[in-house]
Structure formats: structure tokens, C-alpha cells
């Protein structure tokens, strides 16, 4: 039987402690490319702000307070749009570009710019490694 590489006890993490649960930090190399997920996520944003999409649909690509502040969001825009008798529609938007860097192992800062009719915006986003995968720590709509 082979050897098995075995961490030594006194430096793995326990059951008993806090952080056994927790996300663990995932190393970019293990890490997939972050662009799709770029992408996917700038404009399900814009859906979910215009009503288009519900935002438990992007749960799983965030944390948890980077989607409670899009669900707040999303429903402060839902009572704009009812106020001025708007029904919810499907955006047209085109992705324009988007841009993206490694200030740290395991983090992506990016920009993603949408043109729509009536203006353009950015929506910045930080990704963070977790669990082997990318989640949107950080969100906002300029």
C-alpha cells in the first residue's frame, strides 16, 4: 500500500474548531478562469435590477452579503419601477469589455462595461477563492 501524505495534527484543522466549516481559501492555481463567470455575473446583475431575473439565481456565485445588498437593491428598484408604472423587461444590454486583476493570490478585482439604450454603465465585482470555485465577495453598479 502506498504512502499517504498525511497532514500532522497539530497543524490541520479540527472538527472542533470554528473555521473546520467555514469557506476555506482556495489557491488561484486551482482556481477556473474567472472570465465566464465575469461575464454571467455583470449581466445577471443588470437582469435581476430591471426584474427580469430573480437574484437567488446569482446566490451561488456570491456571499452571503454581497447578495443581500443586490436583493436590497433589487427590491428598492422593483418600487421605482412600480411607482412610475413600469413593468419589469429584459434589458437590452451589450457587454462592451470586461477588464480584470490579481492584487493577491486567490482575488480578481474587474470592471465590466455595458452599453444599454439609454446610457452606459460599469459594475465592479471582486471574486474571491472559495472552496474551489470563484464568489462575489463585492459588488457595485456605477
Do not use: C
Not at 462595461?113 to 472559495?130: P, Y
Request: charged share 25%; no cysteine; glycine share 4%.
Amino acid at each position: 500500500m502506498p504512502a499517504l501524505n498525511r497532514i500532522p495534527l497539530s497543524t490541520a484543522v479540527r472538527p472542533s474548531d470554528p473555521e473546520f466549516f467555514a469557506p476555506q481559501r482556495t489557491v488561484t492555481a486551482d482556481l477556473p478562469d474567472p472570465e465566464p463567470l465575469l461575464r454571467n455575473l455583470s449581466l445577471g446583475v443588470l437582469e435581476v435590477l430591471a426584474g427580469a431575473r430573480d437574484a437567488e439565481q446569482l446566490a451561488r456565485w456570491m456571499t452571503e452579503d454581497a447578495y443581500r445588498k443586490l436583493v436590497v437593491r433589487s427590491n428598492l428598484a422593483a418600487r421605482a419601477r412600480s411607482a412610475r408604472g413600469v413593468a419589469a423587461s429584459r434589458p437590452a444590454y451589450t457587454l462592451l469589455s470586461v477588464r480584470h486583476s490579481s492584487p493577491a493570490d486567490s482575488v480578481i478585482e474587474a470592471v465590466a462595461v455595458v452599453a444599454g439604450a439609454a446610457r452606459t454603465r460599469a459594475i465592479a465585482i471582486r471574486l474571491e477563492g472559495m472552496d474551489r470555485r470563484w464568489r462575489a465577495t463585492s459588488l457595485a453598479l456605477l
